[in-house]
């Protein structure tokens, strides 16, 4: 599997991930973006941040979000 498919796979789990019920897989998710994610994740995040209810989510998200640091955002 070339390097790019493999990103192309963990950014589709990631995105999945951000949609669980479960608080755990959706900030683990969250920290995965830190390391791994691009900039295909935003909308996926600012849904998840509009439609949470769960501050720690939304802060964690607001930490990526002013962390950023790509042209194409």
Request: charged share 35%; net charge positive.
């Amino acid at each position: 599997m070339t390097e790019k498919s493999t990103q192309k796979k963990l950014i589709e789990v990631i995105k999945k991930d951000l949609t669980s019920k479960n608080e755990k897989t959706v900030l683990d998710a969250l920290s995965k973006i830190k390391t791994k994610g691009d900039v295909s994740v935003i909308p996926s995040m600012l849904d998840l941040y509009k439609n949470s209810d769960n501050e720690h989510i939304k802060d964690e998200i607001k930490i990526i979000l002013s962390q950023l640091k790509v042209k194409e955002a």
